[in-house]
Nanobody, 117 residues
Framework: QVQLVESGGGLVQAGGSLTLSCAAS????????MDWFRQAPGKQRELVAS???????YYLDAVKDRFTISANKDKSTLYLRMNGLKPEDTAVYYC???????????WGRGTQVTVSS
């Protein structure tokens, strides 16, 4: 099975930037989208950004104009550039790929992003 490994999280002050990476083992094909999620303490996991196989992007309103999703050409690495970070962005961030038949891959461990005020 494909393994997902998130990295790049850390502790930053408000207004700072981070770039998260998601490494997927093997070759992934027949996917619908490549997605970033986050889960804050006491809250449900929410979709932050999505990149469709056709190159269309989606962003959660709360992060629009601050975050940018991208991927390398073979789709083995997914990125999330995070600018102008706010304390409200503090969460564990996860990546995942939505397969063409409608199922996500197994979840990775995520990477912690903590934004101090």
């Amino acid at each position: 099975q494909v393994q997902l490994v998130e990295s790049g999280g850390g502790l930053v002050q408000a207004g700072g930037s981070l770039t998260l990476s998601c490494a997927a083992s093997g070759t992934i094909s027949s996917i619908n989208s490549m997605d970033w999620f986050r889960q804050a303490p006491g809250k449900q996991r929410e979709l932050v950004a999505s990149l469709s196989d056709g190159g269309i992007t989606y962003y959660l309103d709360a992060v629009k104009d601050r975050f940018t999703i991208s991927a390398n050409k073979d789709k083995s690495t997914l990125y999330l550039r995070m600018n102008g970070l706010k304390p409200e962005d503090t969460a564990v961030y996860y990546c995942n790929y939505l397969q063409s038949y409608g199922a996500y891959l197994s979840w990775g461990r995520g990477t912690q992003v903590t934004v101090s005020s």
